[in-house]
């Protein structure tokens, strides 16, 4: 059974993702505890909210230098929600313009659609080779967000594994999930999806035992 911690930092549906991560078989400890979110086989960062309030409370917590810690020694993180879009280099709300973590290039902005924020139920196109919609690639999972990454610029040259992008449409397409070496992310709450949700947790447990 891999060791989670969901990374308890004040922002996010801490208490759904650690049941659902308990559906899928992973045994979940909810904490900021430095040392424990080091040395966990996975750490999972969930978030709501503004981009820059995210940044703020993880910061608060040296979440960002845990992540880059993590990242660096090639143990997994998987990001939910704003949990993601605070990967990227900024993230751009209301005219304000907020430093992200910078693990990936990119701006997180605001999503050109008739009807925001994106709430409900949405299908997406994953990558031929994921291992995060490995036989869920039909299903349909829960967003609400109005902001996202919708563009993809990190180049990775071999012997480095190619991203795995999954994209969705809500006016325009964006980044409903991404696969990059040990650091994973989905745009969508996979807690509040379902038996969907449940499946894709459990494919990133099992990626997390190899």
Not at 8 to 29: C, F, I, Q, R
Not at 31 to 36: A, G, L, Q
Not at 168 to 196: D, I, M, R, Y
Request: aromatic fraction near 8%; hydrophobic fraction near 45%.
């Amino acid at each position: 059974m891999s060791r989670v911690v969901v990374f308890d930092y004040g922002t996010g549906n801490v208490h759904s993702a650690v049941k659902a991560l308990e559906l899928a078989g992973a045994e979940v400890t909810l904490t900021s505890d430095r040392k424990t979110a080091l040395e966990a086989d996975g750490l999972v960062v969930p978030g709501v909210g503004a981009f820059s309030a995210v940044m703020a409370a993880l910061k608060a917590v040296r979440g960002d230098e845990i992540v880059d810690r993590r990242i660096a020694g090639g143990r997994p993180v998987l990001g939910i929600c704003v949990g993601m879009q605070v990967l990227f280099e900024h993230g751009v709300e209301r005219g304000v313009d907020t430093e992200g973590l910078g693990e990936w290039p990119g701006t997180v902005t605001r999503l050109e659609a008739p009807i925001l924020p994106h709430m409900g139920w949405n299908t997406v196109t994953p990558a031929e080779d994921s291992v995060l919609f490995r036989d869920i690639e039909e299903e349909r999972f829960y967003f609400v967000h109005s902001y996202a990454a919708q563009e993809w610029t990190l180049e990775v040259m071999p012997p480095f594994p190619k991203p795995r992008l999954t994209w969705a449409e809500h006016g325009v397409p964006f980044l409903a999930a991404v696969e990059n070496g040990p650091l994973s992310a989905t745009q969508f709450h996979p807690e509040k999806s379902g038996e969907a949700g449940i499946r894709l947790l459990s494919n990133w447990l099992g990626s997390l035992r190899g």
